[in-house]
Structures are given as structure tokens and as C-alpha cells.
């Protein structure tokens, strides 16, 4: 019988960890896009990807188009961006500053 009820403790602490794990979690989508000046709208789209931006990062599924040129698509709506990452590796600083060229 103690050993059921420790299981079913441990289950639930399981449980109520997992559901909270999202409050914390990063930002999702295969991209992320983090403008140096907040973004006004919550939703970009850039050739047809849609861009969801809260808490100063916008983020969007993966695409066809070339990791490049996504970056600079975004900066185009967004502004300069001080980060820039696929699937959650970031862009190199030469690759950033190349993609922050195509700011308006």
C-alpha cells in the first residue's frame, strides 16, 4: 500500500511539473527572430511564412526558403534584428550583420 501511494505521488508531482513546463519554454517555431526594437504587431508574414511576435521575439515554422534569406525577409518587417536562430542554432555574427543589412 505505501508503495502504490508513493507511486501515485510521484506520478503527480510528474505530472504538475509537465504542465507547467510550457510557462517556461522557450520560443517555439523552427525560427526565431528577436528585433533590437520590439515589434508593434504580433503577426508578420514574409512570403507567404507567418511570424507570431510576443515578448520581443517573433517566431515561424520552418519554410522552404533558404535560413538566409528568412532572415532577411523578417528584417524587412521587423527592423535590425540582435538575434537570429534555426532550430535553435543562432546565426553567426558576420551572417547576422550581412541579414541586418537588408533593415529599412
Request: proline fraction near 5%; glycine fraction near 4%.
Amino acid at each position: 500500500m505505501t508503495r502504490i501511494l508513493s507511486a501515485a505521488a510521484a506520478l503527480a508531482t510528474s505530472v504538475l511539473l509537465a504542465s507547467a513546463a510550457p510557462a517556461f519554454a522557450a520560443p517555439t517555431g523552427y525560427y526565431a527572430a528577436t528585433p533590437v526594437t520590439a515589434p508593434t504587431k504580433t503577426k508578420v508574414i514574409t512570403a507567404g511564412t507567418l511570424w507570431n511576435c510576443a515578448d520581443g521575439v517573433c517566431t515561424a515554422k520552418q519554410s522552404t526558403q533558404r535560413d538566409v534569406i528568412m532572415c532577411q525577409m523578417v528584417v524587412q518587417r521587423v527592423g535590425a534584428l540582435s538575434a537570429f536562430t534555426v532550430a535553435g542554432t543562432p546565426l553567426d555574427a558576420a551572417a547576422l550583420a550581412k541579414c541586418n543589412e537588408r533593415a529599412s
